[in-house]
């Protein structure tokens, strides 16, 4: 049976994913910041394997913690789930510079520190995977003004997957940076294009399906290679 960790479960796209993969008779490991107010998450607990974490993703020790507790774990996919759009001023004439850090620390470098934290535990699956989920926005593709903040944290994520695909190449990992549509969720608004359950139906199917050919590129919810 294949494990999953998933970052920022608690809501949103994360807590679609895991219901989701339970649905799918998957373990599912779910991290979040606080399990307390985590009410929705942790009712999934009776739909199947279902093992709970808190972490803040920018906490290293928090990160280095939850490593050493599932030491000796086969985890066969990582999903960097946890994101924030980052500060309310981030255009032109307008930026909180200690907020576009912290939006770096939890889009950009939070997956790495994840991937590289669990990779041992990576290592022990037949099909690894590390999957982050980024966003169209960053892509340099597209041209677009403002968030500043957020694009450059998923345009950095992104490079980041890109050369760790590389690194990790020899080991047979699988490293995906994926677009999971416009969403109906806090960050995404009511006015999004899909629900979360769609976007989750659409990632978990590209999850499973990926290829070692596959790896290193970027990809949508729906399967499609999203330019960089
Ligand atoms: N919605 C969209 O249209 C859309 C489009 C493109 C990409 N995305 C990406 O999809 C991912 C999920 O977004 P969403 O729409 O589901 O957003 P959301 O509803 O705002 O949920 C964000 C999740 O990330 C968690 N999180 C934030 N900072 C964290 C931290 N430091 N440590 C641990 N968890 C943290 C939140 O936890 P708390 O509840 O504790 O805050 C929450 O569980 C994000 O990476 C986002 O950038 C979303």
């Known amino acids: 049976m294949e494990t999953i960790v998933i970052t920022g479960a608690n809501r949103g796209i994360g807590l679609a994913l895991a219901r989701r993969f339970l649905q799918e008779g998957k373990d599912v490991i779910a991290t979040c910041r606080a399990l307390d107010d985590a009410t929705e998450l942790r009712s999934l607990q009776e739909r199947g394997n279902l093992s709970l974490y808190e972490l803040d993703v920018t906490d290293n020790a928090a990160v280095h913690n939850v490593a050493e507790t599932l030491s000796g774990k ?10 924030v759009m980052g500060p309310k001023q981030q255009s032109l004439n307008q930026m909180n510079y200690e907020s576009w850090s912290y939006t ?15 990779l041992n535990n990576l290592k022990m699956s037949s099909n690894p995977r590390i999957i982050t989920i980024s966003s169209q926005m960053g892509s340099l593709n597209r041209k677009n003004k403002g968030a500043y903040a957020y694009r450059s944290s998923k345009a950095a994520v992104n490079k980041v997957m890109q050369v760790l695909a590389t690194e990790l190449e020899p080991e047979n990992i699988i490293v995906c940076p994926v677009h999971p549509g416009w969403v109906k969720t806090d960050m995404g608004g009511a006015e999004a294009d899909i629900t979360v359950a769609e976007s989750a139906a659409g990632l978990v199917n590209v999850i499973n399906n990926l290829t070692k050919a596959q790896s290193g590129r970027f990809w949508t919810w729906q399967g499609v290679e999203h330019p960089w």
């Open 74 to 83: 086969s985890i066969d996919v990582l999903i960097n789930n946890a994101g």
């Open 104 to 118: 770096f620390a939890v889009n950009a470098m939070a997956p790495f520190h994840l991937a590289t934290s669990l």
